[in-house]
């Protein structure tokens, strides 16, 4: 039986752990390292799939939590699933929903056989087991499925992040045995042990005896400083296979994601862009940008004059700052469309920086223009 999803690592780059591939899914072959925006609800907000066509995404990611809760993925299935519901053709991704029952449930309950919860729309009581999450995304039918693990604190104890590395890798053989499309979708595993490195390697050994046909990292970009995500990577990153995709889940600022494809990672995605762009922040080449700022009021050029984004085309800050001051939807829709393209562009940059062997150059000359060299530079 052939995979749902396979990896083929095409270059290594000369001066760094970067990989450039191609990522085989039953919705389209993209290149990696990529960006996947984040449509939690089945929708990428305030974008259409046509424009998320247009600005060459490849993959999209949906919220098994979400949508099982709301509208449920009998609902979903009955579409015909997540492709068809949402009209997109190419690939879609969901998370197992772990995260979301850890950070907007209330009165976790954590025990072997799965999380029993309140959920955080009407304070009903749920329960989240793997076999549950698997049957639910088995049901919404995306082209990558995630394995439902815990997500501690970052700043967990040893022996709590100890119990816990042992509980998700306990879960995952339990998902990887309910899974009932592995022809159709493929189940990643998620890496967790916070910052131990002892742990890492021991969640790491767990997963890669199970054979998934991916990997994910998950436990970082949750509080952590930039210098303990990379120091975890360094370490975490080749304990995976070459042959499978490598995917760090929830980073997407630029810095971020060089440092990452710099460590080895091949899938990022992050609800960053959309979720500042409802802010009238702007991720532009030379930083960022506030654009409902009162600065801008007269500022009639585009919001990154080095963008050729459908909105940076055609419109300026004073109009878009007008729309956003103003409670204008189409002032949220620009904003989203601009940062969205320019995390899409960014990744495009890195892969022709891998082929050309001067990603270290790319990465120099990025973070001087958009000012990460400065001390608070990163801070959204």
Known sequence: MEPAIKYTLLK???????????LETPHGTFETPMFMPVGTEATV???????????????????????????????????GGLHKFMNWDKGILTDSGGFQVFSLA???DITEAGVHF????????????PE??????????????????????????????????????????????????????????????????????????????????????GGLSVGESKEEMNHVLDFTTPMLPENKPRYLMGVGTADSLIDG????????????????ARNGTCMTSKGRLVVKNSKYARDFR??????????????????????????????????????????????????????DDNLLEFRESVFEDYGFNQANARNF
Request: aromatic share 8%.
């Open 261 to 276: 494809v710099i460590r080895g990672i091949d899938m990022f995605d992050c609800v960053l862009p959309t979720r500042i």
């Open 106 to 108: 209330n009165s976790r």
């Open 45 to 79: 907000k305030n974008i259409a799939p046509e424009d998320l066509d247009t600005m060459g995404a490849s993959i999209i990611l949906s919220n098994t939590y979400h949508l099982w809760l709301r509208p449920g993925e009998d609902i979903v299935k009955e579409a």
């Open 132 to 217: 549950k999450a698997i049957q639910i995304e088995n049901d919404l039918g995306p082209d990558i499925m995630m394995s439902l693990d815990e997500c501690p604190p970052f700043d967990e104890s040893y022996e709590y992040i100890k119990q816990s590395v042992a509980r998700t890798s306990r879960w995952a053989e339990r998902g990887l045995r309910a899974h009932r499309n592995p022809e159709t979708q493929g189940l990643f595993g998620i890496v967790q042990g916070a910052g131990f490195e002892d742990l890492r390697r021991q969640s790491a050994q767990d997963l890669v005896s199970m054979d998934f046909p991916g990997y994910s990292i």
């Open 302 to 355: 585009p919001i990154d004059e080095n963008c050729q984004c459908y909105t940076c085309r055609n419109y300026s800050r004073a109009y878009i700052r007008h729309l956003i001051n103003a409670d204008e939807l189409f002032g949220i829709h620009l904003t989203s469309y601009h940062n969205l393209y320019f995390l899409l562009n960014l990744m495009k940059g890195v892969r022709q920086a891998i082929r």
């Open 118 to 129: 309140k959920n955080h729309l009407n304070g009903q009581r749920e329960f989240l087991s």
């Open 12 to 22: 290594k780059e000369k001066h760094t752990g970067a990989r450039l591939g191609l």
